[in-house]
């Protein structure tokens, strides 16, 4: 999918465009190690990327956050995606004005929108901002202007994603492409999550909701998306007290009422367990780096 330049590049200056066909990549499932903004430019391809099917068509987007698993089923020759892989710092920052439930509705999904000419210039526009913005670091110098202008252009396209999903219906796209149950298990699995994750972070509580088993739901995840349920109930959590750490001002004990943890030595625990950071050196660290 990503050769070793387009690595490199990420994690010297934190993004790289590249343009892929995916062709030897069909009927293998590769977990994303960066977020990943798609643009099919032509052909097309069946893909489920975290338990959703969809057909990848010419003109469409689709973004996907870190650890996301995606399987390529079949493809027309001709296919063609440029993509567009962010740093966490980049993507946090791009995606912290939106809410949770609305970066749930809109990632790891296609969206084309009406398809109209005006919108599909644009997004070509955006990726020509981040080559322009690639070429400029060689002149420049400066990584802090080119990395505002990236989280620019990743802002840029969530918001066309936003707009897209009021022209686009992705439970009818879910039926469309006929759904195991299953899959329809997990994302609803997942909508459950946007909504509770801040008091509720037990699998009992979820499979409780689904009217299933805990062991049928960790099933579900680990085909979905090579992890059990608890792993993605934390991760959803930890990346959301990131974005607060970094994005705004409240304080640990504010974060401790927020999302429900018994007290603040608790909350510092769970944290650093997931992310090696303590909460204060998580903001220190990161202070710089979220000014935009």
């Keep these: 999918m990503m050769n070793n330049t387009y690595f490199e590049k990420l994690s010297r200056q934190g993004f790289s465009t590249i343009t892929s066909s995916l062709q030897r990549f069909v009927q293998n499932t590769y977990t994303?190690?960066?977020?990943?903004?798609?643009?099919?430019?032509?052909?097309?391809?069946l893909i489920t990327i975290d338990g959703y099917r969809f057909r990848f068509i010419q003109g469409s987007i689709a973004i996907c956050p870190t650890g996301s698993n995606i399987t390529v089923h079949d493809i027309t020759s001709d296919f063609s995606t440029r993509f567009l892989g962010v740093s966490?710092?980049?993507?946090?920052?791009?995606?912290?004005?939106?809410?949770?439930?609305?970066l749930q509705s809109i990632t790891c999904r296609a969206y084309k929108g009406r398809g109209s000419a005006n919108e599909q210039a644009f997004i070509a526009n955006v990726f020509k901002q981040v080559e322009i913005i690639e070429e400029e670091l060689y002149y420049i110098n400066d990584s802090d202007y080119c990395r505002k202008n990236i989280i620019l252009s990743a802002n840029a396209m969530l918001l066309f994603a936003q707009h897209a999903q009021a022209t686009s219906s992705a439970?009818?796209?879910?039926?469309?492409?006929?759904?195991?149950?299953?899959e329809k298990m997990f994302l609803q699995f997942r909508d459950l999550i946007a909504v509770h994750f801040r008091s509720e972070r037990s699998v009992q509580f979820y499979a409780d909701k689904l009217g299933i088993s805990t062991r049928n739901l960790n099933s579900v995840c680990q085909r979905a998306a090579a992890q059990n349920a608890k792993n993605l109930i934390d991760h959803y959590t930890i990346v959301e007290l990131q974005v607060s750490l970094m994005y705004t001002h409240k304080t640990f004990q504010e974060l401790v009422?927020?999302?429900?943890?018994?007290d603040q030595s608790y909350l510092n625990r769970y944290f650093k367990r997931h992310t090696n950071f303590s909460l204060s050196e998580f903001r220190s660290k990161r202070a710089l780096a979220a000014t935009v």
């Design 32 to 45: 994303l190690q960066f977020t990943t903004f798609f643009w099919c430019q032509s052909g097309e391809a």
């Design 88 to 102: 966490e710092d980049i993507w946090l920052a791009a995606r912290c004005s939106f809410s949770p439930e609305v």
């Design 171 to 182: 439970e009818q796209a879910k039926k469309d492409m006929g759904l195991e149950e299953k």
């Design 257 to 262: 009422e927020e999302f429900h943890f018994p």
